[in-house]
């Protein structure tokens, strides 16, 4: 009796899915103690120096020009702290790549995840998820901390205010944008120190450098730029001169999404 045909490999043999990918990455991110330690300094810092702006602002109001009284919200204090911890929420996700390469487990995990597009994306999702769920819960402590302080001089303001709900729920997601375009960053770097320093030119570097432009056109271009772009998600009320929140976030999107599509073709190109 002869023996039966053997049967041709699964199509799916040796292939990985990208669920387990996403739940590699996630034990990663949830089991390295920088992680921890980066989300807890930037909670530290938002919601410290948003309590800290806060109390600069009760002390000096009545010292304001009618213009700045004017213009002052209760979200400001947590906007000011915004630029304080926006470096440290792109620290984590430069941290997230430029880690591995550092020590070499890049080389490990692609070997394990040979589709390195879908390494790639499966640390991106696991990293906005993260940080998306944590940078909401803390804009909201940030708020609530700079309320309590500002009540004394009755300039505190309540959830159900106009835009205020938006600008906390959008501060979360600018703050996962941050972190996924620090991760295109390191992974076009493959750098921590540098990728960081890249990362702050970006979002601060150059919005100084966008003040100094001719008012001619250089008001046009100023709310384009990174920063600017995506921090309009913060102000509860639509400033003249600057873009609407909504599309201001979705410009930052845009500068994210570029990135992230030059990491992922390079990351496809070269060596580990």
Do not use: C
Not at 174 to 195: F, N
Not at 216 to 228: A, C, I, M, Q
């Amino acid at each position: 009796m002869s023996a039966p045909a053997a049967t041709g490999p699964r199509r799916d043999a040796g292939r990985v899915r990208f669920g387990h990918v996403l739940s590699s990455e996630w034990t990663k991110i949830a089991t390295v103690r920088s992680t921890f330690w980066t989300l807890l300094a930037g909670a530290v810092v938002l919601v410290g120096f948003s309590a800290l702006w806060a109390l600069a602002f009760t002390a000096s109001f009545d010292q304001m020009s009618a213009r700045d009284r004017a213009t002052f919200t209760p979200m400001l204090p947590t906007q000011v702290a915004y630029y304080f911890g926006l470096v440290i929420f792109g620290a984590l996700g430069v941290l997230v790549i430029t880690a591995e390469h550092g020590t070499g487990m890049i080389k490990t995990a692609l070997t394990a995840v040979p589709r390195r597009a879908a390494y790639l994306a499966a640390k991106t999702v696991v990293l906005g998820a993260v940080v998306l769920v944590f940078g909401i819960v803390v804009t909201f402590a940030s708020f609530y901390a700079a309320q309590g302080i500002l009540a004394s001089k009755h300039l505190d303001g309540n959830i159900g205010d106009p835009g205020v709900l938006r600008a906390i729920v959008g501060g979360g997601i600018y703050l996962a944008l941050v972190a996924i375009l620090a991760l295109g960053i390191g992974t076009l770097l493959r750098h921590t120190a540098g990728s960081i320093v890249l990362l702050f030119v970006v979002l601060f570097v150059l919005g100084i450098a966008g003040g100094f432009l001719p008012s001619s056109w250089g008001d046009t271009v100023n709310k384009f730029l990174p920063s600017n772009a995506g921090g309009a998600i913060l102000d509860p009320v639509h400033k003249s001169g600057s873009l609407a929140p909504w599309t201001g976030l979705g410009v930052f999107a845009v500068y994210t999404a570029v990135v992230l599509a030059a990491a992922v073709i390079l990351f496809e190109r070269r060596d580990a």
